[in-house]
């Protein structure tokens, strides 16, 4: 049952270049969408996110857009650098409990050549 | 910068045996989950931890896990017998509040043999 979709594995990028990533989600009742960026031997370390309310927000290089009709939304990285070479995870979450648990996908390997 | 720590780094063991994973959240943080990630595969939500007490779990978590925090710094992860299919990475993670943003520490590799 696959959520959140990442439907690209891998993602080749020359350095300079813009980098754009994709997720899909079929749930409806999602309300806050995440990235999550992990090199490897580490956890996954918080990137963007962005709410349902709006459809666009931005931070630095990294721009994430939703398209909440398409059920879809997309992170952005201009210009692109080697050191954004890892794997992304795009996140999805709605209220439950009291906690927001995310949703993964099952990541993009992004490679940026020098 | 405070960072989620977790030992050990790899812990290999035979099936049927009991493991324990270990965490350090950051320290004023209060809600704590435990996630796995099979080779390959998606970051999966085992469990959440509030207040000294479960407060939500998947599928994935049954009778076989279970979560503790033992003193006021540990959030363990105990699996009672492992299976070939428990073989994952297992991500600790901590928010202050019930926040989006979780911060993971680097994962235990857990192999069964």
């Known amino acids: 049952d696959q959520q959140v979709k990442q439907n690209s594995p891998s993602l080749s990028v020359q350095e300079g270049r813009i980098s754009i990533l994709n997720c899909d989600y079929t749930n409806s009742m999602f309300d806050y969408f995440l990235w999550y960026k992990k090199y490897p031997a580490e956890g996954p370390t918080f990137l963007i996110s962005i709410s349902s309310i709006k459809d666009k927000n931005e931070d630095g290089r990294f721009t994430v857009f939703l398209n909440k009709s398409a059920k879809h939304l997309s992170l952005h990285i201009v210009p692109s650098q080697p050191g954004d070479s890892a794997v992304y995870f795009c996140a999805a979450s709605a209220f439950q409990g009291g906690s927001y648990i995310p949703t993964f996908g099952r990541g993009t390997s992004l490679i940026v050549h020098p | 910068e405070p960072e989620v720590t977790q030992t050990p780094s790899h812990q290999v063991t035979q099936m049927g045996q009991e493991v324990i994973l270990r965490c350090v959240p950051i320290?004023?943080?209060?809600?704590f989950y435990w996630y796995r990630q099979i080779l390959g595969q998606k970051v999966e939500f085992l469990v959440s931890?509030?207040?000294?007490?479960?407060?939500?779990k998947s599928e994935i978590f049954d009778d076989q896990f279970s979560v503790e925090r033992p003193d006021g710094s540990n959030f363990t992860l105990k699996i009672r017998s492992t299976k070939l299919e428990d073989s994952a990475m297992y991500f600790c993670?901590?928010?202050?509040?019930?926040?989006?943003?979780?911060?993971f520490g680097p994962g235990t590799r857990l192999t069964v043999t």
């Open positions: 931890f509030y207040n000294n007490e479960i407060s939500e």
């Open positions: 993670a901590s928010t202050m509040d019930r926040s989006y943003e979780q911060y």
């Open positions: 320290s004023n943080h209060l809600y």
